[in-house]
């Protein structure tokens, strides 16, 4: 059962330092991006304002900080130096005849580790306490996929799980969406909501290319993140 405390979530992004695509690839729920004013603050600094001091696991650092129009403040963790796997280049045009249909791709036989891979770069946004309940719901209020099925080889998005991590003394809500790219890989990202009391915030953590997303590897991270 979640606690009073248990986190919320939503989600939009901005592009900012570099930070955009990131973000759009680990949210996936905005069609477009909004180019707004921003201000880039130290990674350090925001990082000691949000979590009691602590080392990360797997190499993390905050790297990149930001406060973007409307409100939303985003903090950024990598795993210095690694490395991503090379995206595969499509062997066939990823758009569809123009009589619409298309050959399949079977997504199915993607080549995918198994869970325990670290990951390898993360996001905690926060946003706006009085606007949080329409983004968190349009993060976390999703049902779960059964597979790809027939995504076309340009590829797409699907919900492979969602339920519950262990944060700290709270239980918080994530859900895992892999994100299927045309050639043939694939990238998984675990969103979990940490929003508490006033704060709302939510955690993306990314797995490197080909790895499957492991809750165990998040939960390590979070437990990292001792709020303020």
């Known amino acids: 059962m979640n606690s009073p405390e248990t986190p919320v979530v939503r989600e939009r992004v901005w592009p ?8 759009f ?8 991006l909004w180019i707004g004013r921003s201000r880039a603050v130290d990674a350090r600094e925001t990082f000691g304002a949000w979590f009691e001091a602590s080392a990360l696991p797997f190499g993390f650092v905050p790297v990149e900080s930001a406060e973007l129009a409307g409100g939303d403040s985003v903090l950024r963790f990598v795993r210095e130096g ?15 005849p ?15 580790r198994p869970p325990g891979d670290d990951p390898c770069e993360a996001y905690v946004v926060r946003y706006p306490f009085e606007a ?10 999703v049902r779960v996929q059964s597979g790809p099925g027939m995504l076309p080889p340009s590829g ?34 675990v969103r979990v909501n940490l929003t508490r009391e006033k704060t709302a915030q ?15 590897k998040v939960e390590e991270l ?3 993140l001792s709020p303020r």
Do not use: H, M, N
Request: with cysteine; aromatic share 12%.
């Open 98 to 112: 123009k009589d619409g249909s298309f050959t399949p791709f079977d997504w199915t036989k993607l080549e995918i």
């Open 202 to 216: 939510v955690c993306f953590v990314r797995f490197p290319r080909g790895s499957a997303g492991s809750r165990k």
């Open 16 to 23: 900012v330092l570099g930070i955009a695509f990131a973000l």
């Open 132 to 141: 949080a309940p329409s983004r968190l719901k349009q993060l976390f209020d």
């Open 222 to 224: 979070l437990a990292a």
């Open 82 to 96: 690694f490395v991503e796997p090379e995206r595969k280049t499509p062997t066939e045009p990823a758009a569809p």
């Open 156 to 189: 797409g998005r699907a919900v492979l799980d969602r339920g519950e991590l262990v944060w700290r003394e709270w239980s918080a809500p994530y859900v895992l969406e892999r994100e299927y790219e045309a050639g043939g890989t694939s990238r998984d990202i």
């Open 25 to 32: 690839v680990f949210v996936g729920l905005i069609g477009a």
